[in-house]
């Protein structure tokens, strides 16, 4: 049994899901396909909930119709036979909204973001359930939110990972017996109130992984646009290469530090059974992508993470003693309390740097709540620059007529905060 994710690139066009259509008719293993909203479907339902909770429900319900007419004309490109109920499936995902479009907010706006953003996987689902069978590829689809059990933590949602397993035997092994191709959704998951939730990012691949744990699989592959994992993003620098074979270690290493690879949380539920992890591309399925195992893969080339918009705040001892423990731990509890990852920290004796992106309202709520304890200066605009089995000569390469504000390095990386 094997698991498949495809991401929203994957269904952004009627091309596309016909490629999808290709890829799948040819297995003939068993094989669970979890995917993406299409597109930017996401992002457009991210302004239906914004204006929605602003009590514009005239606007949400625009923008909403907006959406629902892509859909259905996606559709009609793809299924002619099985119309009717293609669009009657459809149209209960698209009430599932409107009846919460019309109502007034009254809860706060993580919960009425989960509940409006999740339709985005269900329509995608079920456009690509319905144009399988139109092609004659048997399938079963299945709502995810009847499988995953998860926390009322609305947009970044734990799985109950118990009762979870307990559904997938349920539902999804038996399921197997009547099709060896499901198709079910990523990113979302549901609380024991049937409140739709979302699982925080990269949710959708998250949701592959757990499935590929619990399923035993025997492997998971991660379909995306590209020929597999890089080593820098070729938007940034012209001469990225693919690289073929990487141990989980590396991938959970490159994505701390920024790479735009597979999110650690993706890693583990894999590493913990072994189950080898493959990123290919849906547009040359026949070419091996990036292997993803345990194995240590040596002489692999520098990997490069350029991340701009960055801000150094420095917390400096306010009358210039050591800095003590007590206002270093308070200094962790903001982070914590304001969700914040320093990309970056180096202490000194007076004062801690901290390097971290430029989100300018949790920038301002950390530096508010921080000046109760330490001075604070920051400054904006900088790039980092982290290098992975990096060379002394490509070091040197990089940083030309830049000016390095911070470095830190042990023997494998090396982050370099310039201006």
């Known amino acids: 049994m094997k698991v498949y994710k495809f991401g929203g690139a994957s269904v952004n066009s009627i091309d596309r899901i016909k490629n999808i259509a290709n890829i799948l008719r040819s297995e003939n293993d068993k094989i669970l396909v979890v995917i993406s909203a299409m597109g930017k479907t996401t992002n457009a339902l991210e302004k239906v909930a914004e204006a929605f909770y602003k009590g514009e429900n005239e606007e949400a319900l625009r923008l909403f119709d907006l959406i629902k007419q892509t859909h259905v004309n996606t559709l009609k490109y793809l299924v002619t036979r099985g119309w009717k109920k293609a669009t009657e499936e459809l149209a209960n995902f698209f009430t599932e909204v409107e009846w919460l479009l019309h109502d007034k907010a009254v809860r706060d706006f993580n919960y009425y973001y989960d ?8 329509l995608s689902t079920s456009i690509l359930s319905s144009f399988l069978q139109e092609e004659k590829i048997t399938n079963k689809w299945m709502d995810v939110r009847d499988i995953f059990r998860t926390d009322d933590n609305f947009r970044d949602a734990a799985i109950d990972w118990k009762f979870t397993e307990q559904r997938i035997n349920e539902l999804v092994l038996p399921g197997f017996e009547q099709s060896n191709l499901i198709i079910t959704q990523g990113f979302i998951g549901a609380t024991d109130e049937n409140e739709s939730t979302t699982l925080g990012r990269e949710g959708s691949d998250y949701t592959a992984a757990v499935f590929a744990n619990m399923l035993d699989a025997s492997s998971l592959t991660i379909w ?9 993003d070729p938007k940034e620098f012209k001469d990225a290469t693919y690289i073929p074979a990487l141990s989980y270690d590396e991938v959970i290493e490159m994505a701390y530090y920024g790479a735009q690879v597979i999110h650690p949380k993706t890693i583990k539920p894999v590493e913990n059974k ?5 990123v290919k591309c849906f547009l040359q399925p026949e070419s091996s992508g990036t292997l993803i195992t345990r194995t240590h893969v040596h002489d692999l080339p520098p990997i490069k993470v350029l991340k701009q918009a960055q801000v150094l ?3 400096s001892s306010t009358d210039f003693s050591f800095v003590g423990e007590k206002p270093v731990s308070r200094l962790y509890e903001i982070f914590a309390e304001l969700k914040i990852k320093p990309n970056l920290m180096q202490s000194t004796a007076i004062s801690i740097l901290c390097c971290m992106d430029d989100v300018p309202e949790k920038i301002e709520k950390l530096a508010l709540a921080a000046s109760a304890l330490f001075d604070v200066q920051l400054e904006k605009k900088l790039t980092l620059l982290t290098i992975r089995h990096y060379t002394p000569g490509l070091v040197t390469e990089l940083t030309k007529d830049k000016t390095i504000v911070l470095e830190q390095k042990t023997e494998d990386t090396i982050q370099v905060l310039m201006r």
Do not use: R
């Not at 509940?115 to 269900?122: D, H, N, R, Y």
């Not at 072994?274 to 493959?278: A, F, H």
């Open 115 to 122: 509940q409006i953003v999740c339709v985005g996987e269900l």
């Open 224 to 232: 995306k646009d590209v020929e597999g994992v890089m080593n820098a």
């Open 274 to 278: 072994n189950i080898p992890l493959y």
């Open 313 to 315: 705040l420095k917390f």
